[in-house]
């Protein structure tokens, strides 16, 4: 009929936009074009990289998927495990994932190994074996930064490590090689041999924050930058302390977790949240960002290892990239954690 306006009925079943809604944004992340070179390695990464600790442990396969989905739709492009966390369990996780998104090639893996019950210690033997169980977990032909633990092996020569490590890296299995748990005194030694042909260390994982500084800080924080290490702090929220969503001992669980959050729950860990929370509620972001933006407001520091449980503590996590802190807010958490 002439003059009736006519009105196209939505589809059966569609959902009503509301005029709100934000435009979906196409394309890749942006965090995808933020990189940093990995010391040394040759490799570029997002400078805040997501450790696998949590996967397999305290959350389940499908968990830990949502985990690392929000962590690449924020650019991320970094993974750090264990072969020892969760027995093994971590690794499969990631793999599994890696091999399920069809994005293996896109993500640098990092692997720490040493301290698996079937394989422990930095010997020839078991190096290898560790290194081949890794590969077989992950299912990957190839690991990006292998970090040798010596943390967990006191015998094995230097030496033999390393000419292990040549090998591994001649094979193809490993790309660059990593330290943790090395004394200042070991990673001068591994240096000289790098001069006499064997692979050289070129990333450093150190246990660091601004309140655990007393390992790093010194000879090591030294060698480190004249060696231009690329340093990766592991333990970089203390447990989660530096989250400040922790601060009753009446909340915490009977465990090795709630133990290492109580012993922070005095006063130097509260002067240093407090700190933690004026600048958050000065800069709109969250407490956990700020800790994240402190150790990369360190030179040596290239990128700092964090764990999440939650997609949402990846979206805070994040934000400390993008956080800048000023003289007078480093100053205020260096007063605070004196």
């Given at each position: 009929?002439?003059g009736?306006?006519?009105?196209?009925?939505?589809?059966?079943?569609?959902?009503a936009?509301?005029?709100?809604?934000p435009?979906p944004?196409h394309?890749?992340?942006?965090?995808?074009?933020?990189?940093?070179?990995?010391?040394?390695?040759?490799?570029s990464?997002?400078?805040?990289?997501?450790?696998g600790?949590?996967?397999?442990?305290?959350?389940?396969?499908?968990?830990?998927?949502?985990?690392?989905?929000?962590?690449?739709?924020?650019?991320?492009?970094?993974?750090?495990?264990s072969?020892?966390?969760?027995?093994?369990?971590?690794?499969?996780?990631?793999?599994?994932?890696?091999?399920?998104r069809?994005?293996?090639?896109?993500f640098v893996?990092?692997?720490?190994?040493?301290?698996?019950?079937?394989?422990?210690?930095?010997?020839?033997?078991?190096?290898?074996r560790a290194?081949?169980?890794?590969?077989?977990r992950?299912g990957?032909?190839r690991?990006?930064v292998?970090?040798?633990?010596?943390?967990?092996?006191?015998?094995t020569?230097?030496?033999?490590?390393?000419a292990?490590?040549?090998?591994?890296?001649?094979?193809?299995?490993?790309?660059?090689?990593?330290a943790?748990?090395?004394?200042?005194l070991?990673?001068?030694?591994?240096?000289?041999?790098?001069?006499?042909g064997?692979?050289?260390?070129a990333?450093?994982d150190?246990?660091?924050?601004?309140?655990?500084?007393?390992?790093?800080?010194?000879?090591?924080?030294?060698?480190?930058?004249?060696?231009?290490?690329?340093v990766?702090?592991?333990?970089?929220?203390?447990?989660?302390?530096?989250?400040?969503?922790?601060r009753?001992?009446?909340?915490l669980?009977?465990?090795?977790?709630?133990?290492?959050?109580?012993?922070w729950?005095n006063?130097?860990?509260?002067?240093?949240?407090?700190?933690?929370?004026?600048?958050?509620d000065?800069?709109?972001?969250p407490?956990?960002?700020?800790?994240?933006?402190w150790?990369?407001?360190?030179?040596?520091?290239?990128?700092?290892?964090v764990?999440?449980?939650?997609?949402?503590?990846?979206?805070?996590?994040?934000?400390?990239?993008?956080?800048?802190?000023g003289?007078?807010?480093?100053a205020?958490?260096?007063?605070?954690?004196?």
């Amino acid at each position: 009929m002439t003059g009736e306006r006519v009105v196209q009925a939505e589809p059966v079943g569609a959902p009503a936009t509301h005029p709100s809604t934000p435009i979906p944004v196409h394309g890749p992340p942006i965090g995808s074009r933020l990189r940093v070179p990995l010391g040394e390695t040759g490799l570029s990464i997002f400078p805040l990289i997501l450790g696998g600790a949590e996967f397999g442990w305290r959350i389940d396969l499908s968990a830990s998927h949502a985990v690392l989905d929000a962590y690449r739709a924020r650019g991320g492009n970094a993974l750090h495990t264990s072969d020892a966390s969760a027995s093994g369990r971590s690794e499969h996780i990631i793999g599994r994932w890696l091999q399920s998104r069809a994005v293996r090639d896109e993500f640098v893996l990092a692997v720490r190994v040493g301290s698996h019950p079937d394989n422990p210690g930095l010997g020839s033997v078991n190096l290898v074996r560790a290194v081949e169980g890794s590969l077989t977990r992950l299912g990957t032909d190839r690991i990006d930064v292998l970090y040798l633990d010596a943390a967990a092996d006191s015998t094995t020569a230097l030496e033999d490590t390393l000419a292990t490590a040549e090998w591994l890296v001649d094979s193809g299995k490993v790309r660059a090689i990593g330290a943790a748990g090395y004394t200042a005194l070991q990673l001068v030694e591994a240096r000289i041999l790098a001069s006499a042909g064997y692979p050289r260390i070129a990333a450093l994982d150190v246990p660091y924050n601004l309140l655990h500084r007393a390992e790093f800080d010194g000879d090591i924080r030294l060698i480190a930058g004249a060696q231009g290490l690329a340093v990766t702090p592991s333990q970089a929220l203390e447990h989660g302390y530096l989250t400040g969503r922790h601060r009753d001992r009446a909340g915490l669980s009977v465990s090795v977790r709630g133990s290492q959050l109580a012993a922070w729950m005095n006063r130097r860990g509260t002067r240093a949240l407090r700190a933690l929370d004026r600048i958050s509620d000065e800069l709109s972001v969250p407490t956990a960002a700020i800790a994240v933006a402190w150790l990369l407001a360190q030179r040596v520091v290239a990128a700092p290892i964090v764990n999440a449980s939650l997609p949402g503590h990846v979206e805070e996590l994040v934000q400390g990239v993008g956080t800048r802190l000023g003289r007078g807010h480093l100053a205020d958490v260096a007063r605070a954690v004196e």
